[in-house]
Structure formats: C-alpha cells, structure tokens
C-alpha cells in the first residue's frame, strides 16, 4: 500500500475534470492519498454530448457512483440518420444489456467531486500549477511534494509537454460545439445526425431538455451551420428555446507512444482520445482510472501503459470507421444504406463498440459481408 506524505501527497493530479476525479476516487479506493487542483472553479462545464453508454455507468458503479433517471434521462439505444439526395437512410439499435445515461456536465462534475470528498480527496480549485524543468512542481506557488504526479488536464495538457510524453501521432482534429434546448425528447435514443458539414448529435438529458452536439472538420464550420445542413434537426430546433450557452472544444483522434514515465502518468484526454463522435470519451476515463490505481498500487506504471493502450483500441477503431464515413460521403452513404436494409449489423456493431461484443468474432463472421456489400451496393446478401 502506499505510505502517506504529509506535506504533498502520494499522487498529485493535475485536473479536476472527469478524469482526474475518477482517479482520485479510485486511488483513494486504494489507500493512496490525494490532491487534486484545478485552474477552474466547480461545478466545471464542458463541451460534450452528455451521452454516458451502459459501459460507462458500469465502471462509474466501481468508482461507488449510481447515477439514476433523477440525474438525467435514461436512453435504450443509437440511432443513425443520414440524407443522400433526398433519400433517408435511418438505423436503430438498442442496448443488449443496460440503457444509457443522458446527464447535464455539470450535474456529473457535481456528483464526482462530493463522491471524491466523500472518499477524502483533498480538492484545490482556481489554483495555478507550475511544473519545473527540474521536476519540482508548484501549487499556488507552494513546492508540493509528491510521489506521483497524473497529467489529467485534458486535450492541452501541460503534464503532457512538461513530462516529455507528447510524442505520438494524431490522426483526426475536427471541433465540437454543444448548447441545450428546451424540448420534450422525441425519442428513447441518441440520435446521430449526418449532414454535409458535419455531425449533429442528440442526447436527451431531461424530461424537457436535450442536449445538441455538434463536430466538424473545419474550423470556420459553426454550430448553426451543421444544424441548417440537416433539415430535420434544423425544423426541429427551429424557435426553441435554449437552456445555455454554445460552448465549443477541439476533439481529436490521438494515440501518444508511451502514457507514463518515471513517476508521471497522463488519464483521460492528456492521455491520447479518440474522437468524441465515438461517445466513449468518459468510459475509457473511467476504465483508465482503475488502471491507474492499480498500476500504483502495485507500484508498476508500466502495466497501466500496456492496459491503457489496450482501453483505447476499441473506440480508435470505431474512430476511424466514423472519420472514413465523414471523410467520404459515398462511402457515407453506401454503409447508411447497408445498414439501413440490415438493422440486426448495426445491433452488433453497437455490441463491438461497448464491449458486448468480440471484434475479432464480428468481423469473422460478418466482416466480409459488410465490406462486400458496401463495395458493391447492389448486392443481395452473401
Ligand atoms: C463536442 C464533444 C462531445 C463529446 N461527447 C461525449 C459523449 O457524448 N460521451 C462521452 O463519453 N464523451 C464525450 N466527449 C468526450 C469527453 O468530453 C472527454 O473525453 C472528457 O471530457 C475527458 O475528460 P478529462 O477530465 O480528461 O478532460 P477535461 O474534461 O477537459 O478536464 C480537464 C480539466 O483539467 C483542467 N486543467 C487544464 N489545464 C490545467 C492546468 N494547467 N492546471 C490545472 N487544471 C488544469 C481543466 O480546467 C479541466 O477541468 C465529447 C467531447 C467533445 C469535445
């Protein structure tokens, strides 16, 4: 077990965010003492679709936090829409085991931060951290002393440069909008727009409240302009009244060689992403942070490097497949139609991308037929 330092602590974190409070719970789970700061003030808000998959609510569960339809509004399953010249390609599947949790940033923030005080974390908001090039690290310009210290400062992270960890290669970098509208949800999923300018997705995250996110590639592309590119999305939120305001951050697709070094170790977006369009985001925080705390437990960062790698090979993978069918509108809309026609394909897909399912087994079993038939649309099943 880790022994106690009284003037730092055994692990300090740098982020207050998602990441960094999931693993300052689960570090604590282990006996670790830990500070966390943050150069913001809680609750803190993010850009972010709100959506939490059933994986997520699993591993929030080990974290001993059970979030329930009072935090959010629950959904039981994806659904994809996609327009090709005034054709509409639409798929639906649901959750095998579990529904998902739509649920409001901050209300997330909130309950992360009482179950980290609840668990004894030692919480420092509004503070300034200066990281030294002789590794001396200063929290409101006191030395802090420490035996660890985690990079969970998200997509810029500063651990990440000051600690020499940001090689690695980036694959996607597109930009993400989100505001919430004041509207009863239409429906018990996560709606996944496709539009020309991008993707508009939609969380309901109260009984009259959703939660619109948008990603392009480009960087002038704005939240509007995404929403007019899709004409059901844009009748549908058109006078509604909103209930915040537009908030926008960079999402990438991003894989860095090496995750920890010496005695700093980078979770959640500092750690690598993969694009948000994914919607795994905070699941993969979640898994990591009982990585992390077992990799310290047992005194061996390496093992939370190989797991950590290992945690972000799924939602890459998806990752790309979704960046190809942004990329490639025909392929867009050669893979809509496929799935269109073949719902059950779409169910198990959903399946590989939360871990109910094997890759290795769907693409088996299904992977040549998917492939042939989106190389040639107009074949009949094989
Ligand atoms: C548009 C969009 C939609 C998304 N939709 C979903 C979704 O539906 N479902 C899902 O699971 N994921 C989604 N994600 C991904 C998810 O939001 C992220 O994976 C998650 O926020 C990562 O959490 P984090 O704690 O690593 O980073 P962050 O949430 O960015 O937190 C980092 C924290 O570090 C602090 N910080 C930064 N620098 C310093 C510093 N120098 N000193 C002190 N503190 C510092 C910041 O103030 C912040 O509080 C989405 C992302 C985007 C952009």
Redesign the pocket.
């Known amino acids: 077990m880790v022994s106690q330092n009284i003037s730092g602590a055994d692990v300090l974190i740098?982020?207050?965010?998602?990441?960094?409070l999931s693993a300052a719970i689960a570090l604590r789970q282990k006996g670790a003492s830990v500070l966390v700061?943050?150069?913001?003030h809680p609750p803190?808000d993010?850009?972010?679709?709100?959506?939490?998959?059933p994986d997520?609510r699993v591993e929030l569960g080990r974290l001993g936090i059970t979030l329930g339809p009072a935090d959010g509004r629950e959904f039981r399953g994806i659904h994809f829409a996609n327009r090709n010249n005034g054709r509409m390609d639409c798929v639906t599947a649901q959750f095998a085991n579990g529904v998902g949790l739509g649920v409001r940033r901050v209300r997330l923030h909130e309950i992360l931060v009482e179950r980290a005080e609840a668990a004894g974390v030692r919480l420092m908001w509004g503070?300034?951290?200066e990281l030294g090039s002789n590794g001396e690290v200063q929290v409101d310009g006191q030395p802090c002393s420490y035996q660890h210290v985690i990079g969970?400062?998200?997509?810029?992270?500063?651990v990440r440069k000051w600690s020499g960890l940001d090689a690695g290669s980036t694959i996607s970098r597109r930009f993400?909008?989100?505001r919430h509208f004041r509207i009863r949800p239409w429906s018990e999923n996560v709606e996944v727009h496709w539009g020309r300018c991008g993707q508009a997705?939609l969380?309901p995250v109260g009984e009259d409240e959703v939660c619109i996110?948008t990603?392009a590639g480009d960087p002038q592309a704005r939240m509007d302009q995404v929403v007019d590119s899709i004409p059901f999305l844009r009748d549908a939120l058109n006078g509604q009244d909103t209930t915040s305001r537009q908030r926008g951050?960079?999402?990438t697709t991003r894989r860095l060689r090496c995750v920890a070094k010496g005695r700093v170790a980078l979770?959640?977006?500092?750690s690598g992403?993969a694009d948000?369009i994914t919607?795994?985001?905070?699941?993969?925080?979640f898994r990591q942070a009982h990585l992390l705390a077992r990799a310290i437990e047992l005194g061996d960062l390496s093992h939370y490097a190989s797991g950590h790698a290992a945690i972000l090979e799924m939602p890459m993978t998806m990752a790309r497949v979704m960046l190809l069918m942004d990329r490639y509108p025909m392929f867009r809309n050669r893979a809509m139609r496929v799935l269109a026609s073949e719902p059950a394909l779409f169910s198990r897909m959903l399946g590989v991308h939360i871990g109910e399912e094997s890759l290795p087994r769907f693409v088996r079993e299904r992977g040549l037929h998917l492939g042939w038939r989106i190389l040639v649309p107009s074949t009949v099943s094989i």
């Open positions: 740098v982020g207050g965010g998602p990441a960094g700061t943050d150069a913001l803190i993010k850009a972010c679709g709100e959506g939490l998959m997520s503070v300034h951290v969970a400062d998200g997509q810029g992270s500063a993400g909008f989100r997705y969380t996110a990603i951050a960079v999402t979770i959640g977006d500092a992403s948000a919607g795994e985001g905070l699941a993969m925080v």
